[in-house]
Structure formats: structure tokens, C-alpha cells
């Protein structure tokens, strides 16, 4: 079949939701997602209003032989939610979330963010591991691991995963987890967006709430010590506190945040937070007994849309005194302007008890993961911030494992993609060859089958 007014006419008439070609109103609009860098023009976008719009598209577009790209949030820094001249399976209309108190579970539509599923899970109390920023989506997040404040008590966003609806790449919607499509939803838990649409994701629910949390600023001339102390106490600290340590510069000026979510019994957190709260003297501190909600709100004034991202990002491998004093050395000589970060995301307990071939996320063993993160609005200013950021990674590499976080990577050529999926990635390339052996789904950290069949001839 080919691309014409007709095709495309009997096309928008099977559908549920919008369909948007490029001299549509709204079409702008929804070309448009988190990171401002990316300035792409689909030729088609579906608005899905139901499943029955996602098994159409991912028909429509096998036998058009357009290539498709699937948007949950939008939030992807590579920008995989949009491509040029193909399809975008838009999800972010498809935002249900129901929960089931009795059973602590919660099914979500494929296009939630995790703010909407927050405000669901909590009115029982309840919650899962999900991102630190409300406006990420659910599916890109889950399917590429999920790291968040309740990591380390809980485990991954996908070590929490129980069942997922999928269309795959031959129009089938089938059910994903131990029981049904065993391998399938194997691959979901970090493969990445590699093998089908995720229509609705079921999670696990646990009691969350009020949780101790906040921030505690320091001075960058208290970072080195402060660092220090940070990696022995959060190397051993207890797996209800995800703490994290960020050298931050902002138009208040450069400092060593910590942030803080202890997710057990406030007398504990008090106990076991108190060597940091003691510790030199902060600028600022925070931390208190608050609701869940708005720790997962701590950072949502300082990421909004429209801002232009580049990100890069490794396993810690040795958080020794060395590799303190390199990125603190780095940062003092060439002070970014704002906004600019290295985070320490603090990893281990829950996440690390799931043994590496268990699910499609490798990387357990490592205790914290760094972020080196630049933020800016004009694009004049876009060569100036990449370049800091190089500089700023290339100092810290000597320290990381060789690979990356799905999530965080971006578009970083193909030795990276398969170094992100290290010790898995052979399995997840068979599973690709099973599922999606034309790579329909190839807008994202891709894992290329080693079949050559073309689109059209896919039918399974
Ligand atoms: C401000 C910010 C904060 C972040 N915080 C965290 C964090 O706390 N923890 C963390 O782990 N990561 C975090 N991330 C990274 C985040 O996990 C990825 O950007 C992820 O891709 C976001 O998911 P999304 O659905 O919003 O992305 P999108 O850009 O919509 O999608 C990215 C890719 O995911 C796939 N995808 C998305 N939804 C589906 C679906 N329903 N079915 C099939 N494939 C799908 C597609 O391949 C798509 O190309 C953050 C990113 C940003 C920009």
C-alpha cells in the first residue's frame, strides 16, 4: 500500500482518536516534546485514543512501510519520540490509571506520566518506583529500567512491572508477564521501546508515605569532605533512604546539593539522616516529614519543557578520593553557568537483588550512576553547553563502567547502545528477531535483529 489522500483518508476514518499531517492545526504542537533541541517533521502523527488506534497505526505503517516512532511522555533527551517523514504513535491522550486498593496493584495507560499516576496510587496511600520528575512518562521510563526515590527499598520501576499490554510489530495486542509471553516480558524490563507498544503497564503498589525528605545545600568549598562522607554513608545506609548529591550551579550560585527521600518510620530517617544534617554548615536544609507528593515535586519548577538538554551518563565504578577530587577539580575551574549538574544518583539495596540475567536491566551491581547534565534556552548557546558537558564527562569516564543507563543515553552511535545493554543484549537481539525481525519499532536506543526482512513482508 502506498502513502496517498486515500489511504490516508481510510485511515483517519478507522480511528478513534486525531489524525495530524502536517498542514493540520496542532500539528506543531504535537511534533514538540521535552527537549527543545529536537526539531523534527513526521509525516503522519495518531493521537491514539484507544488501543484499537495503536493496532491500526502499527498496521498503517507496516504496510505503507513507514517507519513509526512511539511517544509515551515525551521526555526522551535523544528525542525518539518523533522522527522525520515516518509515524509517531502518539500515547499521551491514552492517560488512565486504575488502582486496585485490596490488591496494591495499579494498571496505566500507555501514556501516563508519573505525575498522574502519583496522584492515583497516593489517594489509597500507595506508590511504586516511578521518575523524580512528574511530567516523565511511565512507558519510556519503565521500559528502559526506571531508577526513582524508592528505588532501593523497592527495586527498578520495571523490577515492579506485573503484566503489560503490547501490540506488536505484526498488529497482535498480547499480554506480557510470568505467565504469558514469559520472554517477552523479560525484554520489557529494560529493553528499551525495542519490542511492541506498551498499551497499559500493571505495577505493584507498597504503602508509601509521609516520607522524610528535602533538600541540604552546602557550599562548593564544603564539597569535598561533604562528597566523602557521602559515599561511605550512603554505600551502607539502610534501603528505605535514597539519597542523592548533585554539584549544581543556578542563578542562586553554584553548590553540593543532597536530596533526600527516606521512605520508612520518620524516627529512623531522623536517626539515620542526622551525620548528614550535622555536617559542616548548609546554606540551606529542608529536609521534614512531608508527603510523598512532594518529594516526587521537588524538581518540577526546574524542569520544565521547552528548554534545550544535553545529557550524559555512566555506572560508578570507583567512587574513590580520586574521582571526588576530579569532578569537584573540574567544576570549580570551569564553573558553568546555569543550569548545569553532575548527579549522583544513589543506587544499591533492592535494585541490586535481582541477579542480572533476571530481567533485561544489567546494571545491578553498581551502587550510584552519574548524570552530567547541561540545560539552556538559547540556541546560540547550544555549541558552548555541549562542549562543557564533553569536557565534563571526559573527566569523569576514568572512574565509570564501560556502560550506560537506556534512559539516559543519548544519541551516542552504536558501541554505547550495545555497552547500555550489556550483558543482555545477544538475548534481547534474539527476542528482537522474534518479535520485531523487520525493526518496525526502531526509534530508540535500538537493537538491531540480525533478520533482513523488510516491513511489509512481516506477518507473523
Ligand atoms: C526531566 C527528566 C527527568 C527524568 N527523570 C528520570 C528518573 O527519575 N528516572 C529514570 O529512570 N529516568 C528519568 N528520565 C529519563 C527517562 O526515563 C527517559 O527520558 C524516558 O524515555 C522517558 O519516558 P517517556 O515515555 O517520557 O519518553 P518518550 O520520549 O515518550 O519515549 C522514549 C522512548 O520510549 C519508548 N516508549 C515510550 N512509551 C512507550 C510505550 N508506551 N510503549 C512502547 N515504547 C514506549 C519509545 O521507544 C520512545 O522512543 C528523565 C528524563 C527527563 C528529561
Given at each position: 500500500m502506498t502513502v496517498n489522500g486515500n489511504s490516508i483518508r481510510q485511515f483517519r476514518d478507522s480511528l478513534r482518536g486525531q489524525?495530524?499531517?502536517?498542514?493540520?492545526?496542532?500539528?506543531?504542537?504535537?511534533?514538540?516534546?521535552?527537549?527543545?533541541?529536537?526539531?523534527?517533521?513526521?509525516?503522519?502523527?495518531?493521537?491514539?485514543?484507544?488501543?484499537?488506534?495503536?493496532?491500526?497505526?502499527?498496521?498503517?505503517?507496516?504496510?505503507?512501510?513507514?517507519?513509526?516512532?512511539?511517544?509515551?511522555?515525551?521526555h526522551s533527551v535523544l528525542?525518539?519520540?518523533?522522527?522525520?517523514?515516518?509515524?509517531?504513535?502518539?500515547?499521551?491522550?491514552?492517560?488512565?490509571?486504575?488502582?486496585?486498593p485490596d490488591k496494591r496493584t495499579a494498571r496505566a495507560a500507555g501514556g501516563t506520566t508519573w505525575g498522574d499516576f502519583d496522584r492515583a496510587t497516593q489517594a489509597y496511600g500507595l506508590a511504586t518506583t516511578g521518575g523524580i520528575v512528574p511530567s516523565t512518562g511511565i512507558g519510556g521510563l519503565t521500559l528502559g529500567g526506571g531508577i526513582g526515590r524508592l528505588n532501593r527499598k523497592y527495586g527498578l520501576a520495571c523490577d515492579n512491572l506485573l503484566s503489560a499490554e503490547v501490540v506488536t510489530a505484526d498488529g497482535t495486542l498480547v499480554t506480557a508477564s510470568v505467565d504469558e509471553h514469559e520472554d517477552l516480558f523479560w525484554g520489557l524490563r529494560g529493553g528499551g521501546g525495542n519490542l511492541g507498544v506498551v498499551t497499559s503497564f500493571e505495577y505493584r503498589l507498597h504503602p508509601v508515605g509521609p516520607v522524610l525528605g528535602g533538600e541540604i545545600i552546602?557550599?562548593?568549598?564544603?564539597?569535598?569532605?561533604?562528597?566523602?562522607?557521602?559515599?561511605d554513608w550512603s554505600t551502607d545506609a539502610p534501603d528505605e533512604l535514597r539519597a542523592d548529591a548533585t554539584l549544581v550551579?543556578?542563578?542562586?550560585?553554584?553548590?553540593?546539593?543532597?536530596?533526600?527521600?527516606?521512605?520508612?518510620?520518620?524516627d529512623?530517617?531522623?536517626k539515620v539522616l542526622r551525620p548528614l544534617r550535622q555536617?559542616?554548615?548548609?546554606?540551606?536544609?529542608?529536609?521534614?516529614?512531608?508527603?510523598?507528593?512532594?518529594?516526587?515535586n521537588l524538581l518540577t519548577e526546574v524542569f520544565q519543557p521547552g528548554m534545550r538538554h544535553y545529557w550524559k551518563s555512566?555506572?560508578?565504578?570507583?567512587?574513590?578520593?580520586?574521582?571526588?577530587?576530579a569532578i569537584v577539580d573540574f567544576f570549580v575551574a570551569d564553573m558553568p553557568a546555569p543550569f548545569a549538574a553532575i548527579a549522583i544518583e544513589h543506587l544499591g539495596g533492592a535494585v541490586s537483588r535481582v541477579e542480572t540475567h533476571d530481567t533485561a536491566f544489567a546494571y545491578r551491581q553498581a551502587k550510584h550512576s552519574i548524570l552530567v547534565l547541561r540545560m539552556w534556552d538559547d540556541p546560540a548557546d547550544s555549541e558552548t553547553n555541549i562542549a562543557w558537558g564533553r569536557r565534563c564527562y571526559a573527566r569523569a569516564e576514568p572512574f565509570l563502567e564501560g556502560g550506560a543507563y537506556v534512559n539516559y543515553l543519548g544519541d551516542e552511535?552504536?558501541?554505547?547502545?550495545?555497552?547500555?545493554?550489556?550483558?543482555?543484549?545477544?538475548?534481547?537481539?534474539?527476542?528482537?528477531?522474534?518479535?520485531?525481525?523487520?525493526?518496525?519499532?526502531?526509534?530508540?536506543q535500538n537493537i538491531k535483529p540480525t533478520s533482513d526482512m523488510p516491513l511489509s513482508a512481516h506477518q507473523t
Open positions: 489524525l495530524l499531517v502536517p498542514e493540520n492545526e496542532g500539528y506543531d504542537e504535537a511534533r514538540q516534546v521535552f527537549n527543545a533541541m529536537i526539531d523534527r517533521r513526521p509525516a503522519l502523527i495518531v493521537r491514539c485514543a484507544h488501543v484499537t488506534d495503536v493496532i491500526a497505526a502499527v498496521n498503517f505503517a507496516r504496510e505503507t512501510e513507514l517507519p513509526i516512532a512511539v511517544r509515551g511522555g515525551g528525542g525518539s519520540a518523533v522522527c522525520d517523514e515516518g509515524l509517531v504513535i502518539d500515547l499521551s491522550g491514552m492517560t488512565n490509571v486504575s488502582v486496585d552546602f557550599p562548593l568549598d564544603q564539597a569535598r569532605t561533604a562528597l566523602r562522607f557521602y559515599r550551579s543556578t542563578p542562586d550560585g553554584p553548590g553540593l546539593a543532597f536530596e533526600v527521600c527516606y521512605c520508612g518510620e520518620i529512623a530517617g531522623e555536617l559542616g554548615s548548609p546554606m540551606l536544609d529542608t529536609i521534614d516529614s512531608v508527603p510523598y507528593a512532594t518529594v516526587q555512566g555506572f560508578v565504578r570507583e567512587f574513590s578520593d580520586d574521582a571526588i577530587n552511535g552504536e558501541t554505547r547502545v550495545r555497552a547500555a545493554y550489556g550483558a543482555n543484549y545477544e538475548r534481547l537481539v534474539a527476542l528482537k528477531n522474534k518479535y520485531d525481525p523487520a525493526n518496525v519499532f526502531r526509534f530508540n
